[in-house]
Structure formats: C-alpha cells, structure tokens
C-alpha cells in the first residue's frame, strides 16, 4: 500500500492507495500526535463530517483520522456484499496508519460499519462509540416503533428501485439548490435539532460534508442502505467490546427502538439515553463522546 498526501482539499487529505489500486480518502483531526481514534461518518456523509471536532479533539490529545466508504468523496466504489466485508477497508486503514489499538466512533449510518470492523478487530479496538446509530432493523424479529418515514426509508426504499432514485434526486439538490434541502430537513426534525442546525457554523459543516459526499454519486450512499437495512450477518452478541451507544429518545432520522436493541445485544455495552433530543444533538455535544474516547485510550494506555 502507498499513500499520497493531497493539498487541493481541506482540510488536508491522505488518500490511501491499497494494493488493487482501489483509492480511500481520509481526513485527520485534532492532536497529529494525539491518540489514534477512526471517525466513521453518517450518510450520507464524508471526511469533512468531522471538522467541527478539530479543536476538541486537540483539546483531549486525540488525533481523529476519518476515512470514507467507497463511493463517497476521494475514495473509489467498492461493491460490497456485507457489513462483514467492509470493515475490511476499515482494517486497511488502521494498518496503514500502523494502528495496534484504537478507538472507532460511528456516527449515525457510519455506526453499523462501527460495529462490523469492531467484530473484525476485536484485540485492537479499545472503545466502540455509536452516536445515534441505526440499529439492525432488519434482525429485529419483534415489533418496533417506526414512524412512516422511519418505515419508507429502512423498509421500503432500502429494498425498491426507487432507493437509487431518491438519493439521485437528492444528490441533484443537494449540489443545485442546498438551502431548499436545508430548510427540508429542518422542517423534518425535532425543535432541538432545529436549534443546533440553525447555527451558521453546523449548517455549513453539515452541507460541505453531505455536498463532498455526494460530489462523485450516489453509489456510496445505496451501498449504505443496502447493507445495513439487510441482516446484518453479524454475531452481534460475540462483539465483546467496551462500547457505548449515545441515543436522543426523540430522534426522527434514525428509530431510537433500534437503537436501543443494539445496545442491549452488544454484551459490553452501556447505553445513554439523552431525554428530547433528536438526531443532531452530536454536534452539540461531541466533546462529551470524546471524552469517553480519551478515557478509554488513557486507561489502555
């Protein structure tokens, strides 16, 4: 594996160059020193997710590096067949940063691929964090409470024709019009989400992420839903892990339910309810995640 070191993107971008030629753009955060944590994205999503974090993540001595899922950004497609298959390409870039052990945040749809590679590297990952995640819907074999747009996208759409569609419709707004996307979602979330998407410097940060995400197409974002709105074929309960999930008990992005079972799966995981808040509540109060992170990484240490 090479790497070449890009300046024609901020912040900074490493793209790793694996062996098949196959290209995955990362972007590095806080302390360059600091200790090693990967930063999964949502989706859709990209590098840039993470660049509200820099000086928090300074603060703490961390040193967040956050690849990109194939398809998204700087890093080719990939198809992949499972979650399984690609916490491979997390593995890749933990080894070409010459990472023994780490910590893995997941945010939102970043977090299903949390846990895969998780369960792929069960020796080197220190803490598996997931904030607002999307749980697996799919292997839930009871009941539970999805509102309908809960309903269309990880029921419906993950499984029609038209989920490729929908997100192609997205990707044209989202590079012509993206203040008519904003005002979409924000139409969409809860009152305190409405409150931390108003401030001008999440808006930004939000619409640079999805826009760098969706610059190249949208086969990273249907991979996504594919994958985790199908079985997981994860042993869920054999993910023995320090993990914590963070979860806003009114969130309208992602089914809280869902949420709650994977807590309860993973064996050695807590799970933090935050009472009323929605799904962006992360950019808020990310420096409490981190802190859990530098703890844990302190403590190995």
């Known amino acids: 594996m090479k790497t070449i070191v890009t300046t024609g ?6 793209i790793l ?7 995955i753009g990362c972007a590095e955060y806080g302390d360059p020193e600091g200790l090693p944590v990967l930063a999964l994205h949502g989706t859709p999503g990209s590098r840039l997710m993470f660049a ?23 890093s080719d497609h990939r198809s992949c067949e499972s979650l399984a298959q690609s916490a491979e390409d997390v593995t890749a870039v933990a080894d070409a940063y010459g990472l023994d052990r780490f ?37 839930l074999r009871r ?7 809960h309903h269309l996208v990880f029921r419906v759409l993950a499984r029609s024709k038209y989920g490729p569609r929908a997100f192609r419709s997205l990707r044209y707004m989202v590079l012509r019009a993206p203040d008519t996307v904003y005002r979409g979602l ?56 320090p993990a ?9 992005i992602v089914p809280p339910a869902a949420a709650y079972a994977l807590a309860r799966t993973l064996p050695n995981c807590r799970l933090d309810v935050i009472p009323a808040a929605g799904h962006y509540w992360v950019f808020s109060q990310f420096g409490m995640i981190l802190d859990a992170v530098a703890a844990a990484l302190r403590a190995e240490a």
């Open 143 to 149: 009941h539970i409470r999805m509102s309908k747009l």
């Open 9 to 14: 993107h901020l912040p900074l971008a490493r």
């Open 17 to 23: 160059v694996l062996a098949s030629g196959r290209r």
């Open 244 to 252: 914590v999930v963070w979860q806003g008990s009114d969130d309208t």
């Open 52 to 74: 509200l974090s820099d000086g928090a993540a300074r603060d703490r001595g961390l040193r967040l590096i956050a690849p990109e899922r194939p398809g998204y950004g700087l």
């Open 103 to 139: 910590a893995i945040i997941g945010v939102s749809g970043g977090s299903p691929f949390a846990v895969a590679a998780a369960a792929a590297n069960p020796d080197r990952v220190v803490l598996l964090a997931l904030a607002s995640p999307v749980g697996p819907i799919a292997d």
């Open 186 to 241: 924000m139409r969409r979330v809860r009152l305190s989400d409405r409150d931390i998407l108003a401030r001008a410097e999440v808006r930004a940060s939000l619409k640079a992420a999805i826009r760098e995400g969706l610059r190249p197409g949208v086969e990273g974002a249907v991979q996504d839903l594919r994958l985790y709105c199908a079985p997981w074929r994860l042993q869920l309960a054999e993910v023995d892990v």
